[in-house]
């Protein structure tokens, strides 16, 4: 038995959910205003987005080592501390966000010529970056802030600053790509500037909302504290297991959409849909994952690791059901579903295959995501890296040899995201039984 209730777990997960919408949303917006402009567009618009993430997961990785932190805090009661840690997170995103910036402002145009084989598609991109590469900043502390409020367990705050997201990239992405009200015409580059702007926008209602509503003496939140070398030590052992992790993921993930570009511009056309309606279907998956983590760390933080098990059955099953859903419109539904983000009848139908694919695809991964985010909530971040190292060896296999030895359909190539659910899934269980992760650690 368990003392935290599916009630409980639905409070913390139903915001993040929320806030996951919105962000999706803006995924959702960006595809299916760039799907009526060309196949180009869309397919380039995913490239250049994948590519940028790729280096703000190394802020969210080192945002989930805060929030494992903040949430042990919590735990074992010590809530003056939460302030400091932040602080110190504050400082490490400065100085990674800046280095991130100039990295991608100096060094994309040489990155993504070597990657990208279509010339079409690479001109798109770049136009698509030279506006994109500005709001790295600005996401990484996002990721800071959402790191604050998961491990408080305060996720509403969430909901609220990614709607502002979706609602500012909505509107823009409308006038600025299409040129409407006035607004300029700007195409694919209308969709990163929008983009940029919602970034910008949700800090801004972080940085307000923590001032005006958070119990800031409560947290010695912004208390000016002097920097403690052992603490942004122990953050970083913490945190850097899972950038690196979080790198290996998304790079690996940039490498599929590499190789799926080099099959033709028709395949990443169709991924670039199915990526965006995966990403609808598993913003639950994620959000029952990030429930999973703060929860094994706060009852760590507790004492209560035997209950630890327990709750993850309860989070998995949650999880589960609320996938359903959408999974059921996908089934149905599918022709209907991708005209929403193409008016191309003969790609909406030639994507249909991997649509049902991804759909077996987020079973898998609400398996994998609830166990595997588990064991880095225990703080044992690099036997995390570890168990995400090997799975990510027979993913890459998989891709390869369904996009470049047998040069299959590229539904056969979305196959691998079952592959990495199960295995990332059976790797953590197995690791939540059998190893000794019990012992407070952080």
Excluded at 94 to 114: A, W
Excluded at 130 to 137: A, K, L, S, T
Excluded at 150 to 155: E, P, Q, R
Excluded at 218 to 246: C, D, G, S, V
Aim: hydrophobic letters at 55%.
């Amino acid at each position: 038995m368990t003392s935290i209730s599916n009630k409980t777990i639905w409070n913390i997960a139903y915001p993040i959910i929320f806030g996951n919408l919105a962000q999706t949303l803006i995924a959702l917006t960006d595809t299916a205003f760039l799907g009526r402009v060309s196949a180009i567009a869309l397919g380039a618009a995913m490239m250049a987005s994948i590519y940028y993430y790729v280096f703000s997961t190394l802020a969210w990785g080192f945002s989930i080592g805060v929030q494992i932190i903040i949430a042990r805090r919590l735990g074992e009661n010590k809530l003056e501390r939460i302030g400091v840690v932040f602080e110190h997170g504050m400082v490490f995103v400065l100085l990674l966000s800046t280095g991130l910036f100039l990295i991608q402002h100096f060094y994309t145009e040489y990155l993504l010529e070597r990657v990208i084989q279509s010339p079409n598609i690479y001109a798109a991109a770049m136009e698509y970056m030279d506006y994109r590469h500005y709001g790295i900043i600005f996401v990484c502390f996002n990721f800071l802030f959402r790191a604050l409020y998961i491990g408080l367990s305060n996720t509403k705050v969430i909901s609220f600053s990614t709607l502002l997201m979706a609602i500012v990239n909505i509107f823009l992405d409308y006038v600025l790509i299409f040129g409407k009200w006035g607004f300029p015409h700007m195409g694919i580059g209308g969709a990163a500037f929008a983009s940029v702007c919602a970034e910008i926008s949700a800090l801004i209602f972080f940085f307000i909302y923590t001032l005006t509503r958070l119990p800031l003496k409560k947290y010695a939140l912004f208390a000016f504290h002097r920097l403690e070398a052992w603490l942004i030590k122990a953050i970083l052992k913490l945190a850097f297991p899972t950038m690196l992790q979080k790198l290996l993921s998304f790079g690996t993930w940039f490498i599929f959409f590499v190789m799926v570009e080099r099959m033709g511009e028709q395949p990443i056309a169709i991924s670039g849909i199915v990526r965006s309606v995966y990403m609808l279907i598993m913003i639950p998956v994620f959000a029952f994952g990030a429930t999973a983590n703060t929860l094994t760390s706060r009852q760590i933080g507790a004492g209560q690791q035997q209950e630890v098990r327990s709750t993850l059955v309860k989070i998995l099953r949650l999880s589960l059901i609320s996938i359903l859903p959408v999974l059921t419109c996908c089934i149905l539904f599918p022709s209907l579903l991708l005209s929403v983000y193409t008016n191309d009848a003969l790609l909406a139908s030639a994507s249909v295959p991997s649509l049902y694919v991804i759909c077996i695809a987020a079973i898998a991964m609400s398996f994998g995501m609830t166990y595997f985010e588990a064991v880095s909530g225990t703080g044992n971040t690099i036997h995390a890296l570890w168990l995400e190292v090997i799975v990510l060896f027979a993913y890459t296999g998989s891709v390869w040899f369904f996009a470049k030895i047998i040069r299959s359909d590229v539904a056969w190539v979305w196959t691998s995201e079952i592959t990495y659910g199960a295995l990332i899934g059976i790797t953590s269980l197995l690791y939540l039984y059998f190893a000794g992760w019990h012992k407070k650690t952080i």
